[in-house]
């Protein structure tokens, strides 16, 4: 069965840093680009970053460029969002989700982590 | 950056009945459009990839049509476990975008 569980997630300040991290398994973790959507409380998706099966190309929405960074490692199954600098903005539920939305569609979602971001 | 539309907001349907969901994109996105439903309290889950191909379990009764700026998702009988939202999302053009969602629900 494929999984995806995320982590992470809690209450922090403006300014502040986090790092999610999403375990992946059911499947060949290193064959597939990986991204993460995130979702404001009753608002719409967004899709965030997304990055290559080997970890050499990753792609951002202009509004987190520069302050998060996609990452992988194939050997733990595992992809993180470091995210620095947060904002207000930021606060939503964050979707690990495989494929690229790109090349592949976005066909499997982990249930989410929440990220507040508030003083 | 390209904008989808997604009409109605809301549909107000009743068991049984057919459900036409709208998504039109501001520009054109050839056939590179999918279609996810959502659940309350759920993640999102593909139901239909550009723009016409079912997803892996998805039943028949969702068939997606469209191409350049007009695409519709049917739901040719609703069944209890569709009442939800729908975004429709292109892939034509970085970045990738979601529509505001329609939202489907139990008349």
């Known amino acids: 069965e494929v999984q995806l569980v995320e982590s992470g997630g809690g209450l922090i300040q403006p300014w502040d840093s986090l790092r999610l991290s999403c375990a992946a398994s059911?499947?060949?973790?290193?064959?597939?680009?990986m991204s993460w959507v995130r979702q404001a409380p009753g608002k719409g998706l967004e899709w965030v970053a997304n990055?290559?099966?080997?970890?050499?190309?990753?792609y951002y929405v202009d509004s987190v460029e520069g302050r998060f960074t996609i990452s992988r490692d194939n050997a733990k199954n595992s992809v993180y969002l470091h995210m620095n600098s947060l904002r207000v903005e930021d606060t939503a539920v964050y979707y690990c989700?495989?494929?690229?939305?790109?090349?592949?569609?976005?066909?499997?979602w982990g249930q989410g982590t929440m990220v507040t971001v508030s003083s | 950056e390209i904008v989808l539309t997604q009409s109605p907001a809301t549909l107000s349907l009743s068991l049984g009945e057919r459900a036409t969901l709208s998504c039109r994109a501001s520009?054109?996105?050839?056939?590179?459009l999918a279609w996810y439903q959502q659940k309350l309290g759920q993640a999102p889950r593909l139901l239909i990839y550009?723009?016409?191909n079912r997803a892996t379990g998805i039943p028949a009764r969702f068939s997606g049509s469209g191409s350049g700026t007009d695409f519709t998702l049917t739901i040719s009988s609703l069944a209890p476990e569709d009442f939800a939202v729908y975004y429709c999302q292109q892939r034509s053009k970085w970045p990738l975008t979601f529509g505001g969602g329609t939202k489907v629900e139990i008349k």
């Open positions: 520009q054109s996105v050839s056939s590179y």
């Open positions: 990055i290559k099966e080997d970890g050499s190309d990753k």
């Open positions: 059911g499947f060949t973790f290193s064959t597939y680009f």
């Open positions: 550009d723009a016409s």
């Open positions: 989700v495989r494929g690229s939305g790109w090349y592949d569609p976005f066909d499997m």
